[in-house]
């Protein structure tokens, strides 16, 4: 299994700036994910980040409000750009890979308050 | 519109009880589904994976099926304990289309009373 490291694991920041969210694995991996998980909500898929060109979006998450890089196989960022308070959530980044054998591995999550 | 669903949405029950925790999905074309527990502040610690050819996975007491062709999955928990007391989630991973991460229903939130 996979070891992720989030940072930070929380944040309490001012509405109308930007929070740059890390994640970090032990082993490189194919496929790297962000999700989103709203207070007294499951997960929702963000995007997508892939090495080497522009991240996947889910339908209702847009690059401009959430830029994502990946610049290698073990490493990724998500930025909640200009936030409000309703980008209050849990950020978790997640690694996987294709076909039905692979696993699913969860990071520790970024608790972001905005005020 | 791929959907994934749990119920029921939470449960309390004494120490010692067997329980079932069930997860419905729409769409039969899946590569696999897992289960997930989630500790209040926490991450994720997956539980069991099935793979869509897969009929059941067990893992100490706990023990999931896989019914692909009616889209269900149950999570059977035996002898439990108030530590088993955390938010259950399932998750799929479709093969038919969408999304290459997976989509969860909105969990059990299970309370074992000591």
């Known amino acids: 299994s996979a070891v992720i490291s989030q940072k930070p694991s929380r944040d309490i920041c001012q509405r109308g700036t930007s929070l740059t969210i890390q994640c970090q694995v032990d082993?490189?991996?194919?496929?790297m994910f962000w999700y989103r998980q709203q207070p007294g909500q499951s997960l929702t898929l963000i995007a997508t980040?892939?090495?080497?060109?522009?991240?996947?979006?889910e339908s209702g998450f847009v690059i401009d409000k959430f830029p994502i890089s990946r610049p290698n196989l073990t490493f990724s960022t998500l930025t909640v750009s200009n936030m409000s308070p309703e980008d209050s959530s849990i950020y978790l980044c997640?690694?996987?890979?294709?076909?039905?054998?692979?696993?699913?591995?969860f990071g520790q999550g970024t608790r972001l308050t905005v005020v | 519109k791929q959907e994934v669903t749990q119920i029921p949405a939470a449960l309390s029950v004494p120490e010692g009880e067997n329980l079932v925790l069930n997860c419905s999905f729409t769409?039969?074309?899946?590569?696999?589904l897992q289960w997930f527990r989630q500790d209040p502040g926490k991450g994720l610690t997956s539980l069991l994976l099935?793979?869509?050819?897969?009929r059941e996975q067990t893992s100490g007491r706990l023990n999931a099926s896989l019914d692909k062709s009616s889209g269900r999955s149950t999570l059977y928990i035996a002898a439990s304990q108030p530590g088993d007391s955390a938010t259950y989630l399932c998750?799929?991973?479709?093969?038919?289309?969408?999304?290459?991460?997976?989509?969860f229903g909105k969990g059990t939130h299970l309370i074992i009373q000591p």
């Open positions: 997640s690694v996987g890979s294709w076909g039905e054998a692979t696993e699913a591995f």
């Open positions: 082993s490189q991996v194919t496929m």
């Open positions: 980040a892939n090495q080497g060109s522009e991240a996947t979006y």
């Open positions: 769409d039969s074309a899946i590569y696999n």
């Open positions: 099935i793979q869509s050819s897969q």
């Open positions: 998750a799929v991973k479709w093969s038919g289309g969408g999304a290459d991460g997976l989509t």
